[in-house]
């Protein structure tokens, strides 16, 4: 069993910067392939980035890519997500997953959830 934690979120003008955090615990966190998710109100679950158990490759939806980075910290069990460059369409419920198997960017493969940081985006 995984739990996970984001922290990060908040109010920022569009241009700006924040840092996402997931801190996980339970069962050895090194060992999951780590993604984050987000949802915005009315739409689907959408990819984000993905990062891979050993850190060595990571993956990024088109609509971030250049502007996200997603990194990982072993030592202290946590996955992060920069996001510079922000837009109001960015603007969502950002979520971290565990995937026990394989780092993917389909949702419905993750097995663990953590329960969501909101980020807003003003214009």
């Known amino acids: 069993q995984v739990q996970l934690v984001e922290s990060g979120g908040g109010l920022v003008q569009a241009g700006g910067s924040l840092r996402l955090s997931c801190a996980a615990s339970g069962r050895t966190f090194s060992s999951y392939a780590m993604g984050w998710f987000r949802q915005a109100p009315g739409k689907e679950r959408e990819f984000v980035a993905a990062i891979s158990w050993s850190g060595s490759s990571t993956y990024y939806a088109d609509s971030v890519k250049g502007r996200f980075t997603i990194s990982g910290d072993n030592a202290k069990n946590t996955v992060y997500l920069q996001m510079n460059s922000l837009k109001p369409e960015d603007t969502a419920d950002y979520y971290c997953?565990?995937?026990?198997?394989?780092?993917?960017?389909?949702?419905?493969?993750?097995?663990?959830w953590g329960q969501g940081t909101q980020v807003t985006v003003s214009s």
């Open positions: 997953a565990a995937d026990q198997l394989r780092v993917s960017n389909r949702w419905y493969e993750y097995d663990y």
